[in-house]
């Protein structure tokens, strides 16, 4: 929802901007902390039994008094309890109680905790929960968009997309006001805005043959996430441009957004049954295929190179198809700031633009550069900064790291376990420069941090 750390102890993916993504509990690892919980609950079921029923010692003046030994494993097993409660996430409570605001640069809480839910600032207004519902707020905490929708995305080129309705979103302005006259089912069916257009699939079994069972968003398999199927795909994929005409009218199996002035889309092959081989290839802003579809995926230009994969294998190619490496890395993410990690075996390193090893693959992790560090681990479970030389500039020592932002990275003090560590916000020294009690921050974005003041992060 609001971003994900670089660096963490749980476990731990890798997302399409190359950060390393921290999941503290899914269902699977919810189920070592239940067992814990009823232990540790079942523990002092025992401790009081005993207390009812233990022996008592007679004390001078002939009153029965319990011993001393009984009371000491019932005041452990509170404390052992208490300190356990981030072990048993209690998410679903904690969660309901949390109230998201604003932090600047300097530590101050300019737009206090008071909504249910928040996004990230962009273009000048945030989205954000109230009684059920989203509005916006610019940088002064004002309630510019007053709250009338079920959800909201942040503002991209001057539009974003909100549920009018249950099940059907549309494009606002920055006013509210609905600007592009055109429902879509799910938010998933629209993309962002970006270069001036977006990419929306248009549903309409007249138009197009309806086929069965197509997999949609293949390429975030690659990226560890999960790809969904359309049982009933009766529509295509084309761009509409702000105003809501069609600038690519509706032909591809999936598109994404432009980025460099290119836009990676799907295409089908009318003799090929298997979609596996409905590959991924580029077209510009006028719809024409600049680079053949040729790919098994394919992503977001960035820094004037994509990441592509061929026989499950990742190199890069430049804006004419390229390739700049050939597809040869078990692993790669994007390029920021002129390198991209790629993973040779089982560690991690990264290469420039050119295609040469930059920094060498001696790291367990690695994270995308973001003002000139990136969140990086060579041994252990602790995570620091290296520079692009490689050098480890900010000891290994977060449990957590994100990526720098406004001269500033989110970090969490400690192994990440969750009970005795410590959150703050590190400079480029890496000094702890705010320091704060907050359960729940994020990266600086425009100049502020979404933070909470209660829950797990």
């Not at 820094?303 to 078990?330: C, H």
Request: hydrophobic share 40%; net charge positive.
């Amino acid at each position: 929802m609001k971003g994900h750390p670089v660096l963490g102890r749980m476990k731990k993916t890798l997302n399409s901007g190359g950060n390393i993504s921290i999941h503290p509990l899914h269902d699977h690892d919810r189920r070592a902390t239940t067992i814990l919980c009823f232990r540790i609950a079942g523990a002092l079921y025992w401790a009081r039994m005993m207390k009812r029923h233990a022996n008592p010692a007679v004390a001078s003046g002939g009153k029965a008094v319990h011993a001393g030994i009984d009371k000491f494993p019932c005041l452990m097993l509170i404390l052992v309890l208490a300190a356990s409660v981030s072990a048993c996430n209690m998410h679903p409570i904690s969660r309901s109680l949390t109230r998201y605001g604003y932090m600047d640069t300097a530590g101050r809480v300019v737009i206090p905790t008071q909504f249910k839910d928040a996004q990230h600032f962009s273009e000048g207004l945030a989205a954000v929960e109230v009684d059920g519902r989203w509005g916006y707020v610019d940088r002064n905490g004002q309630m510019v968009i007053q709250p009338q929708s079920h959800k909201a995305k942040g503002f991209k080129n001057g539009r974003a997309s909100v549920e009018v309705s249950p099940d059907r979103w549309r494009y606002i302005d920055r006013t509210g006001k609905v600007a592009i006259d055109t429902d879509f089912k799910w938010s998933i069916y629209a993309r962002d805005f970006s270069e001036g257009l977006a990419a929306i699939y248009i549903e309409d079994p007249k138009r197009f043959e309806c086929l069965s069972s197509v997999h949609q968003d293949v390429r975030e398999k690659y990226n560890n996430s999960n790809l969904y199927v359309s049982t009933q795909f009766c529509g295509r994929w084309g761009f509409i441009n702000p105003a809501g005409a069609f600038s690519v009218e509706p032909q591809f199996i999936e598109a994404f957004s432009f980025s460099d002035g290119l836009a990676a889309v799907r295409v089908r092959n009318p003799n090929l049954q298997d979609q596996r081989r409905w590959l991924y290839g580029f077209i510009d802003h006028t719809g024409t295929v600049v680079i053949a579809p040729q790919f098994e995926a394919a992503f977001d230009f960035s820094d004037g190179l994509a990441r592509v994969v061929v026989e499950g294998r990742k190199g890069f190619i430049d804006k004419t198809g390229k390739r700049v490496t050939e597809s040869t890395f078990d692993d790669a993410k994007d390029f920021h700031e002129g390198l991209a990690p790629v993973k040779i075996g089982d560690r991690w390193g990264y290469i420039d633009k050119a295609g040469k090893i930059a920094i060498q693959a001696d790291l367990t992790m690695a994270g995308r550069f973001s003002e000139g560090l990136a969140a990086a681990r060579r041994k252990g479970i602790l995570g620091g900064y290296i520079d692009r030389t490689g050098a480890m500039v900010i000891s290994e020592q977060f449990g957590v790291a994100w990526p720098f932002s406004d001269g500033l990275a989110r970090v969490k003090i400690g192994d990440g376990s969750g009970i005795f560590d410590n959150w703050g916000y590190i400079d480029k020294s890496g000094k702890v420069v705010i320091s704060r009690n907050l359960k729940a921050g994020w990266p600086f974005s425009e100049g502020l941090a979404l933070i909470g003041n209660g829950g797990p992060i």
